[in-house]
T-cell receptor
Framework: GESVGLHLPTLSVQEGDNSIINCAYS??????FIWYKQESGKGPQFIID?????DKRQGQRVTVLLNKTVKHLSLQIAATQPGDSAVYFC??????????FGKGTRLSVIA | KAGVTQTPRYLIKTRGQQVTLSCSPI?????VSWYQQTPGQGLQFLFE???????NKGNFPGRFSGRQFSNSRSEMNVSTLELGDSALYLC?????????FGAGSRLTVL
């Protein structure tokens, strides 16, 4: 089955800097990747997704990069704001298997 | 559209009791998934229902069960509660693989 590894459990960045959150996965058959954001007292919220036929996808201030060769996924947040403080999860799916979540990275933004 | 609604939001039970949690998905979504979230294990998949049928099941003991009704609303039940069942239980409804989560039901077992 799939396993999802965590690179850093916590990350602190200065307001206005860029943030990069990383994820590694094990199953080369994984074909769908999602980033979620979870704020205190709330459920995870969808941020951005990417399919295995793409290397990069951009949203509003967020970019997801997928490197299938080394099975690595990253989320970049541009001009990080205090409202970005949350726990970020990568979630990965292959075929009809359910989403498997990483352990999460807690992002703290220093004003 | 209203989001995913989970009830109750908080509950406290004692060991050996059972609990039922409810989830109302986004209107039109037919798939409902349940996850257990704990600080140590993160988000772990419990089960997924689609059109009243269990489509996938995670690696949890038989004390954990669920069902889905014809209106897509879902319930999960945990019997003979253990201290280790204390967790945030998250329900998500989905369309095209994108899960939309509710705020969760926080269960504390004493």
């Amino acid at each position: 089955g799939e396993s999802v590894g965590l690179h850093l459990p916590t990350l602190s960045v200065q307001e206005g800097d860029n943030s990069i959150i990383n994820c590694a996965y094990s199953n080369s058959a994984s074909d769908y990747f999602i980033w979620y954001k979870q704020e205190s007292g709330k459920g995870p919220q969808f941020i951005i997704d990417i399919r295995s036929n793409m290397d990069k996808r951009q949203g509003q201030r967020v970019t997801v990069l997928l490197n299938k060769t080394v099975k690595h996924l990253s989320l970049q947040i541009a001009a990080t704001q205090p409202g970005d403080s949350a726990v970020y999860f990568c979630a990965i799916m292959g075929g009809n298997t359910p989403l498997v979540f990483g352990k999460g990275t807690r992002l703290s933004v220093i004003a | 559209k209203a989001g995913v609604t989970q009830t109750p939001r908080y509950l406290i039970k004692t060991r050996g009791q059972q609990v039922t949690l409810s989830c109302s998905p986004i209107s039109g979504h037919r798939s409902v998934s349940w996850y257990q979230q704990t600080p140590g294990q993160g988000l772990q998949f419990l089960f997924e229902y689609f059109s009243e049928t269990q489509r996938n099941k995670g690696n949890f003991p038989g004390r954990f069960s669920g069902r889905q009704f014809s209106n897509s609303r879902s319930e999960m039940n945990v019997s003979t509660l253990e201290l280790g069942d204390s967790a945030l239980y998250l329900c998500a409804s989905s369309e095209a693989n994108v899960l939309t989560f509710g705020a969760g039901s926080r269960l504390t077992v004493l």
